[in-house]
């Protein structure tokens, strides 16, 4: 019993500093990244729609203006605010 105390403790240590750690980090991200959206910001859907914000509704969806016209979407499906962005080249690894 006491065999197997130390490799069930390490692997508590490990799922908790590399799985659920990381995992609360990007919801905080996400989370203070969609309460910073506001009108006129520039943005990306996962789409890949170009457009900017005209208004954002309180029942979570947003008002996005392309160069087809208005058009509504969920406020989680905007993946980038290109906004404050300067044209840099993308960080390679």
């Known amino acids: 019993m006491d065999q197997l105390l130390g490799p069930l403790l390490l692997f508590v240590v490990f799922i908790v ?27 990306v859907t996962n789409g890949g729609l170009h457009g900017k914000i005209l208004s954002i509704n309180d029942d979570g969806t947003v008002i996005i203006e392309t160069g087809a016209g208005k058009m509504k979407y969920d406020k989680g499906a905007i993946s980038i605010e290109k906004s404050n962005r300067i044209n840099t080249p993308a960080k390679t690894k």
């Open 17 to 43: 500093f590399f799985i659920v750690l990381p995992q609360q980090k990007k919801k905080k991200q996400e989370t203070k990244f969609f309460n910073e959206l506001k009108t006129g910001a520039k943005v």
